[in-house]
């Protein structure tokens, strides 16, 4: 009996927010709530998270991290403030203005959110202290299948009380909620000799330190002092030749950030007849086949700082960039 109740109430909630009565944004009450929308099944908000990215100009190209992690992923959906009371109360409101059908569906919602089963009086006697709490769907998660898991009616929670709910959102979720936001520069390498690299002798990659610098961002949720900081520090990065007959340098390909924050060292005359601490020596010149897909990946550490004072790391991320990489034999050098 229940779930049949619970049933007809998500039917008729969702009938009341998509009916034009139903405005759920500037509400006199202070509510940022952004909107709502439905699935048939449940009520979802949209979600009030704000993100920050200091010094990020937005005109750079960037990309976004890949987890090595591939049993992890950022959260799909979680719970989190969305409606007063007097949002829910107009919500009920406009469902009993549509035509034919809304007396039936309002007197269901009225029972749930009015008359004591659970809530009385849609909670109007706690304005002000607190909110109801309703599923959200990550925007860039929308078509996982874990989407569907936050599948509950917009419930109450008092204010400074952290709910027992497992999928509400806190500063951890807000931490991997940032993750995906995280803006990480093209792995634009230096490498040189410039131009074409030549057979059997080491080419040198490097990566600038004044563009290569950890990369923060921090989700919130105005009004709630819940927030997070998600930082991502690069520490090394992966080439990958294109092909089997070259050498790396490394033997392992990773090249490892040294102490002044640079990876590998920037190649100039005096280094002429030394091995790279960061690069490639091509055995084969690509005469006849094409060039070389160069792949250089750089890996990033992920650490968080939330407003609760707690922290810790995520799943280490991953960036990736191909360049063409041409390889003339020595007799093609002009003297």
């Given at each position: 009996m229940h779930a049949r109740i619970a049933t007809v109430i998500a039917a008729a909630a969702a009938l009341a927010l998509t009916a034009p009565q139903a405005a759920h944004a500037g509400i006199d009450d202070g509510s940022t709530n952004g909107g709502a929308s439905n699935d048939g099944k449940t009520i979802h908000a949209e979600t009030k998270?704000?993100?920050?990215?200091?010094?990020?100009?937005?005109?750079?190209?960037?990309?976004?991290?890949?987890?090595?992690?591939?049993?992890?992923?950022?959260?799909?959906?979680?719970?989190?403030?969305?409606?007063?009371?007097?949002?829910?109360?107009?919500?009920?409101?406009?469902?009993?203005?549509?035509?034919?059908?809304?007396?039936?569906?309002?007197?269901?919602?009225?029972?749930?959110?009015?008359?004591?089963?659970?809530?009385?009086?849609?909670?109007?006697?706690?304005?002000?202290?607190?909110?109801?709490?309703?599923?959200?769907?990550?925007?860039?998660?929308?078509?996982?299948?874990?989407?569907?898991?936050?599948?509950?009616?917009?419930?109450?929670?008092?204010?400074?009380?952290?709910?027992?709910?497992?999928?509400?959102?806190?500063?951890?979720?807000?931490?991997?909620?940032?993750?995906?936001?995280?803006?990480?520069?093209d792995t634009d390498i230096s490498m040189a000799p410039a131009g074409k690299s030549t057979v059997n002798l080491p080419s040198w990659i490097w990566l600038d330190k004044a563009t290569f610098s950890p990369r923060s961002v921090t989700a919130s949720i105005p009004n709630s002092g819940l927030s997070a900081t998600t930082t991502a520090t690069p520490v090394s990065l992966r080439i990958q030749p294109g092909t089997a007959d070259a050498q790396l340098h490394p033997a392992s390909g990773e090249c490892p950030i040294g102490a002044d924050?640079?990876?590998?060292?920037?190649?100039s005359a005096d280094k002429?007849?030394?091995?790279?601490?960061?690069?490639?020596?091509?055995?084969?010149?690509?005469?006849?086949?094409?060039?070389?897909k160069l792949?250089?990946?750089?890996?990033?550490?992920?650490?968080?700082?939330?407003?609760?004072?707690?922290?810790?790391?995520?799943?280490?991320?991953?960036?990736a960039t191909t360049q063409d990489v041409t390889v003339q034999e020595i007799q093609a050098i002009n003297r």
């Open positions: 998270i704000q993100v920050s990215t200091p010094g990020d100009s937005g005109s750079a190209k960037t990309g976004t991290l890949t987890s090595e992690n591939t049993n992890w992923d950022p959260p799909a959906c979680w719970y989190e403030p969305a409606f007063s009371p007097k949002e829910i109360e107009s919500t009920v409101k406009a469902v009993d203005s549509v035509p034919f059908v809304g007396d039936l569906f309002a007197t269901v919602l009225n029972g749930y959110y009015k008359d004591g089963s659970p809530y009385k009086d849609y909670n109007l006697d706690k304005q002000g202290k607190g909110m109801f709490w309703a599923s959200v769907i990550n925007p860039k998660r929308k078509d996982d299948p874990a989407a569907t898991s936050c599948d509950k009616l917009p419930f109450w929670v008092d204010n400074g009380t952290t709910p027992s709910e497992p999928l509400a959102v806190s500063p951890q979720v807000l931490a991997e909620y940032a993750y995906d936001e995280i803006k990480i520069p924050g640079r990876i590998g060292t920037p190649f002429q007849n030394q091995t790279p601490d960061c690069g490639v020596t091509y055995l084969r010149s690509t005469a006849g086949t094409g060039p070389h792949k250089a990946t750089i890996t990033w550490k992920i650490t968080w700082t939330g407003s609760n004072g707690q922290g810790g790391t995520l799943p280490n991320g991953t960036f």
